[in-house]
Structure formats: structure tokens, C-alpha cells
């Protein structure tokens, strides 16, 4: 039973919050400008500044900065190394990647992929073991076990640390239950060996209280094969199912659980399930949030009011967002919004935005003094968020730092968390600063680690990476902490509006089809959007059209001689019909498209009452129908207009198809 009842609204699809520009006024600027500088300052200056310069010195990442069809190449060939299982296999794949048109090989690389004997598999070796280099730098072993003389050496350092394990998205109840008693074994035994740690009062404290020394991170999608918006209430209670467990563990143990974020789709269901599990279990609890979404300022004020109307002390994770690719091509793919920001300064403005909604809601020092009530709760519109910033960006981090100053919050009260292998001089510098820096360690094997590594690869190869700029191009200062807004001569007509949404040009870039004026809308072809499901309006829209449809009752008595007078009377109307003008042939077919978009839900549901088909195979049915007449209404209407063949004298030559009579089709479904 949830201790508090809660109160939530989803995300509307079409929200698109634009955040105010950070800072607010000049003296604040003036603030962020001198934190900033501060630790650029000691960031450059510091020993670990060469550990940067040994990453991105690296053979396969530095040409990669330098040759985009390179890069594209190489992380394919990354993200399919790990079941390559002998030399021969290596270097097939690398030929067929690497020698694509467009692509620029670095010096020396035309010699491996042109190798052969025993020269083949030592070009393929040399690869492999740069891969494994780069993956060593972002995984800390492939176990707990492996990587805790990693994890001692941080804490010895001074920098705290967050276990994650590798791997999301299972497909079997089986995966999902090793996922689970592989986070139970995190839980029952890092502490004891955490323990045994020497004290650092900076990581173990903030400004309510004790902070525990051992965080792990949990991917949810990971403890569930059914983690689908669809089945919203039957996906948290699967989920719950594993989870508890781990919490009421954790909660014994004095263990920090913080639940990530991942595809947009899981979003909403991912902050129900985040809630549910603490209204249930009082463990010392985190969650990711994403400022490349545009919903972020949304959310933060979702979690925000949340936190305070139920008493609830949580942390968040504020993070830019790590599927950014991902979401965007996927979004034109089915022909949706964007849920993520189009243009990087629009994250880095967002990122401040949520910043700042979070920071209003972190508690006072002497609020739960008074109420004595444990590091977790305070009474019911006292609770709130603890800040934990996930970014390597001096700016962001300089701007949060400000906002503390504003609101009379310490240091204490935030937390720098940076990922395992990146930025090494920018956690030193904030530990010498006197703030509290966890680091996000990852552990596991190789292939479920894959898509992590690529992930990261991408971040420092990006050219609009922050570390890139000021550790390796070494960019101007007032560049690297100018606040976030569209590059000179950006944005449309003069404004920051940015980029729009690709699917917006979708019909005109792909060139599917013809666009034949006065058919549809006049533009190519272009499929018709599956429906969201992420959106729980969606969601129960088309459950309302599913529960009030209705089977048709459609006789099955006609004879063989009423089949004959209807292909009769067809035939007697073809020549007629032949003669009208194709555009208004092919008008019938899309006014058939938009009469079924009209009533699509309820044509799917009579899928789902008839066929037995699932929601997203009924709405892809439907979808097809509709693309269709769409499609060919388009490729038709070119074809009857007459084109000449040839120039000669005294003939004129013309192309054209005609129609050849009447036709039945009889359908194998």
C-alpha cells in the first residue's frame, strides 16, 4: 500500500517548454564566469590533464575526429567486435567496413586491410587490442569483484563512486532474473568491503546528513521482459516483483539505489515505477533525469512536487542525455516529433533550466533537524530533491554552483558526478574545490557493454564535445563558459528557435515518390505515423476506441451470378472511368486514406476484436492501409501523362499507360 496518494500528469505529446536563458542577471553571469574559470583554470593545470591528451592521442579515436565516414565505419566494426571470434573474421570485417566509399583510412591502415598470412592476423590483433584499450578506459572490470581495486584507488583519491551494471533491455524472465540476483549481490556485499575504506568526511557527508558510501545504479528495463507503456500497471508490477527485494535490501544495508534513465519511450513508466518503489520501500533513493528531452523542465517540477507533497528526500541525477542519436533517427523513422532538443545549446540551456527547478526544491539544513525523521523523509510538504549534477561541461556546473550561492544552499548540498574514464582533471579540480564528486563506474562483459562504449565513443569524438573543445581544441575561455544559446546567425529568422524536427522535411528529403500536384497534399509520399504508446493520452485513446468497437456482421450469401453482374456492370462504366482525368482518379484513393486516418483507432480495434491482434500489429495494419492509397495514388497519376519519345521530323512520338479494363483480386488473406 503507497503511503501517500499521488497526484501525477503525464507529459502532453506536444509539449515543447523553451527555458528562459540561464543566469538571470549580470552579477550572476559575472559569478558563473569566475567559478568557471576557476576550475577550467586548475582543470588544465592539473596531472591528469595528460591522461586526456593519452586518449584522444589514441590512433583510432584521433582519426576519427578528423574523418566523419571514418568514424561511422569504425563504430560499426566496434559495435559488432565482440562476436568476432578469430583473426580471419576480424579482418573480413574490417575490409568490408573500412574500404566504403567516402572513407579515409589513417596512415598505415591501407597496409593491415590489404594484408594477408601472417601479416593479416597481426593487423587484426593490433585492432582488437585498441578496442579493448578504449573499452578498459570506460568499464572498470567485469565484475564487482574485478573492479573493486579500481573502486578503492577512486575512493583513496578522494572521489566517491556509483556501480553500474552493463546491460538493459532483457528478453527473457530468466535474463531478468540473473540481472536480479546480480544487483542483490551488489548490495549485500560491496558494503562490507566498503567498509574497510579509510574515512572521507567530503564524500560521506552533505548538508542534511550521511551520504552512503555505496551507490549502485539500476537500469530497470534490465529486471523485466515485459517493460512495455502499454501494460503500464502490469510492467510495475513485474518490475516491483524483482525490485523490492533489492530496495528492502538495500534499505538494510544503508546502500544508495539510483534508478537511470533510458529511451524517451520508458520515460513516463520509469517515473511511476521511480515513485511506487519509494512510496513503498524507505530506501536512499535516486533517480536520472535527462535535459536533452523537451519535456525536462516538465519532469523536474513533476518530481519536484512530488518529493515535497509526499516528504519523500530524494536525489536526482540531473544528466544532457545519452541517446540522443538514437532518438532523433528513430523519431524521423516513424515520423514523430522530436522528444529531444534538435541542437546541443538547447540541452546545455534546458540542463540550466532544470538546474534551477531542482535547487528550489532542495531542503534546508534544518529541515529535517526538526522533524527528526530519518535521512529519506520529512513531513508530508517538507520533503524535496537533493541535486547530484552528471556533467562534464564547466558551465553547467559553474551555473549550479551560483545557483547554491542564491538560495544560501553549501556545496555540500550538491554533488559532481562524472563517467568512469572521462575527465579525470575536471574531478580533481572540484575535489580540490571542496565538492563532493562520485564517479559512474560501469562493470561487465564485453557485448552487453557494447552499446555503453559506443555511446562514449561518440560523446568524445562529437565535434560539439565540451571536453574535445577545452581539452584538446583548447578553445577560448569566454567560449567555453558563454551561455548556452544558438551560434551566430542560428536559428530561423534571426531567433533561437532552432532546428525543426527532421520528420517535418522527411517527405522531401527521402524522395519516396512522385509529388503530383492536386494529389493529398501535394508533397512525396511519406508513411503514416505508427501510434506513440510512450503517451499515456495515446495510450487511452486508443483503448476507448478498442473497448467501443464493434465486429461487423457482414453476410457471406452473395451468389456466382451476382458476382458476374457486378464485374458486368463495372465493365460497362470502365470506359468512362478510363477517360476521367487521372488526378481526380487518384483523389479517390487519398479521400480512402483520410476517411480511414479519420477513424484509424477504430478500424484497429475491430483488428484487435476480430483477429486477436496486438495493439501495435492492429495500428501497423491500419497504418498500411492508409500508405497504400496514399503511395499510390502518387505513383499512378505520372504515369498517365503522356510524355514524348524522340525528336523527329514530321512525327510526334508520346508515352503514356492506359487502363486495360476491369480486374478482381482475390486476396490470399
Known sequence: MALFKTKRRPTPASSQPVPPPAGGDASAESRIQAIGGEMLQR?????????????????????????????????????CFPVLNSPE??????????TQPGVKLPPGFELGIKAGGLAKGLFASTVGSQIKGMASKFIAGTDAASALPRLKELWKDGIAFSVDLLGEACV??????AYQAKYLDLVQNLPETVAGFKAEPRLERDHLGGVPRVNVSIKVSSLSAKFDPIDTEGSIQELMRRLVPILESARDRGVFVNFDMEQFKFKDLTLELFFRCCEQVEFQAGLAMQ?????????????ADWAKRTGRVVSVRLVKGAYWDFETIHAEEQGWPCPVWNEKWQTDRC???MTRILLDACPKANGKASEGLGPTRMAPGAGGVKLALGSHNVRSIAAALVGLEQRGLPREAIELQMLHGMADELKHAAAEMGLRVREYVPVGEMIPGMAYLVRRLLENTSNESWLRAGFMDNADVSVLLAAPGPKHGAGQNGTSAGKPDLYLSAPERHQLSPAPEGVGNGRPFQNEPFRNFAFRSVREAFAKAVAGASVPSVANDRTPEQGRAMVEAADKAFLLWRDVDARVRARVL????????????????????????????????????????????RLAVPMFDRSRIGRFFGELDEHLYQARGVAVVISPW
Open 172 to 177: 527473457s524472465d530468466a535474463e531478468a532474473d
Open 590 to 633: 487519398t479521400e480512402a486514406a483520410e476517411a480511414m486516418r479519420r477513424r484509424r483507432d477504430e478500424l484497429s480495434g475491430v483488428m484487435v476484436k476480430e483477429a486477436g491482434k496486438t495493439w501495435r500489429e492492429a495500428d501497423a495494419d491500419t497504418c498500411e492501409a492508409i500508405d497504400f492509397c496514399e503511395y499510390y495514388a
Open 291 to 303: 535535459a536533452y528531452l523537451k519535456s525536462g523542465p516538465e519532469d523536474a517540477r513533476l518530481v
Open 351 to 353: 540542463f540550466e533550466e
Open 89 to 98: 573474421m576480424v579482418h573480413d570485417h574490417l575490409v568490408d567496413y573500412l
Open 43 to 79: 582543470s588544465r593545470g592539473h596531472k591528469a590533464g595528460i591522461l586526456s591528451a593519452k586518449f584522444y592521442s589514441d590512433k583510432l579515436m584521433n582519426w576519427s575526429m578528423k574523418d566523419q565516414n571514418f568514424k561511422v565505419q569504425m563504430f560499426r566494426f566496434v559495435d
